[in-house]
């Protein structure tokens, strides 16, 4: 029998105790090591053409569909964190998640449909279509569109899970001839922006990023990519995920990736906590509108915050683990600067990755030290974990956690991160905004997300200033 391995804690994306049991990749040169921490000067985008705006916003999560209300509940250091009661619990080590209950789809999706399809591609409908509205796109709006100029980029570590997990069932049970035909196009992960597209006529760049708990960030940065070469006037990007179901569930305990708080599941989530013992699944959807300042002024759109640029990187160092030195996540926060044509002085609130785990907590601060030059440049700064209330919503992550950001521009208000009784020593100097909101205006903000195989992604956001 071929032998499994057996990341314990999964570093990239949920770091808990490193144990390495599969092969590793040959230990990199030094030369190959040395990642630089310097930043060419570079203006920042002045081009309309080639400026990203955000115009629209819609999300899924465990406190609803409204991105306002879902942000008033971070503000209020609200946790989504409950005792799972979706399916039997009783093997399962871990009993609890961020999970999403009483699920409606708004009319979004029909109840034929709704009853075939997994809930990651309602989610990517409900969400896509709530931020075409919020930007303005209704259907009218929709037939003075070019819609060959209007792409879909919907990510999802996972996939259909329901779909894939029933389908496996009744193969074994019942025999092949007892699959729905469904089982493959409602599993894959690129069938909710595809579905999105069908539904609008949408013609443009389409297709579906997989980078596990960095997938939205990445599918962030590609639409802005795809909108600057002139592919594109707007993307819909964003990521999709239905992870906790018993096959979500028992893989990651298997990893044993996963907090056993269970006599306290809203305290479970805490990140940079010296009591953290491992990250709590979470579930949703984030999508934004991401579009041209041209094109958004052309057609009078109300624009909530602009993306100034991004990065993305490899630690390629460790299938689930970080880096331990951050090098690899500081190389991309140094990248994400870079592109966006600012100084990293300019950046003063970071809506950190954070998923509550031991290793990984600790290298995405020594990350940002690194890339920051030191604690002492921190002083301005803050810097919170939405994953403290959300829990971790995987290739939604990023997703999610991009709404927040925005949401923090607009409001001048950072919410708390939860459960922090005792910091760990690292974050010593940096305001992590523990257990109350802060006010706080944004001059720049990052969003940091990292996935299993070294995937890390970086996206920075700002007000919009004409």
Request: hydrophobic share 40%; with cysteine; aromatic share 6%.
């Amino acid at each position: 029998m071929a032998a499994v391995a057996s990341p314990a804690v999964l570093g990239a994306c949920h770091a808990v105790a490193p144990r390495p049991v599969a092969p590793r990749a040959p230990r990199v040169t030094a030369r190959a090591a040395r990642v630089s921490t310097v930043v060419r000067a570079m203006a920042r985008e002045t081009d309309p053409k080639k400026r990203i705006v955000i115009t629209g916003m819609g999300l899924c999560s465990v406190f609803g569909n409204d991105y306002d209300v879902f942000y008033d509940k971070l503000l209020a250091g609200t946790s989504g964190v409950a005792e799972i009661d979706r399916f039997d619990i009783e093997e399962f080590p871990t009993k609890f998640a961020a999970q999403i209950r009483d699920f409606d789809n708004e009319g979004f999706v029909d109840k034929k449909n709704a009853r075939r399809m997994d809930d990651c591609l309602q989610y990517a409908l409900v969400s896509g279509n709530k931020a075409l509205l919020d930007a303005g796109l209704d259907e009218e709006a929709l037939g003075k569109e070019d819609l060959t100029k209007i792409g879909v980029l919907a990510g999802s570590g996972m996939g259909g899970l329901t779909v894939f997990q029933d389908g496996v069932k009744a193969l074994v049970n019942k025999g092949p001839k007892k699959i729905t035909p469904f089982f493959i196009p409602y599993a894959i992960t690129n069938m909710g922006g595809a579905l999105l597209a069908i539904e609008k006529g949408f013609m443009g760049p389409n297709y579906s990023i997989s980078t596990a708990c960095a997938t939205a960030n990445y599918a962030f940065h590609a639409a802005a990519n795809h909108i600057r070469k002139g592919e594109a006037d707007v993307m819909i990007a964003g990521g999709v995920e239905a992870p906790i179901i018993p096959v979500g569930l028992g893989g990651f305990v298997a990893c044993r990736a996963l907090s056993t708080n269970n006599d306290d599941p809203s305290g479970a989530s805490r990140p940079w906590d010296k009591s953290r013992d491992g990250f709590v699944m979470g579930e949703g959807a984030g999508l934004l509108v991401m579009e041209s300042l041209e094109h958004a002024l052309k057609r009078g759109a109300r624009i909530h915050a602009e993306y100034l640029g991004g990065a993305i990187t490899c630690d390629a160092h460790h299938m689930t683990d970080p880096r331990p030195d951050g090098s690899g996540v500081g190389l991309c926060i140094t990248k994400a600067v870079e592109e966006a044509g600012i100084d990293i002085s300019e950046i003063n609130y970071i809506n950190a990755h954070a998923t509550s785990t031991l290793v990984g907590d600790v290298a995405e601060v020594n990350a940002v030290k690194k890339a920051f030059g030191g604690v002492e440049n921190l002083a301005g700064v803050k810097m919170n974990g939405t994953k403290s209330m959300v829990g971790h919503c995987l290739g939604a992550a990023a997703g999610v956690e991009a709404v927040a950001t925005i949401m923090a521009i607009k409001t001048g208000w950072l919410h708390p991160t939860l459960n922090n009784a005792e910091p760990i020593d690292e974050v010593e100097g940096i305001d992590i905004c523990a257990n109350e909101k802060v006010e706080h205006k944004v001059t720049a903000a990052i969003s940091n997300s990292f996935g299993f195989g070294g995937h890390n992604s970086c996206c920075i956001f700002a007000p919009y200033v004409e």
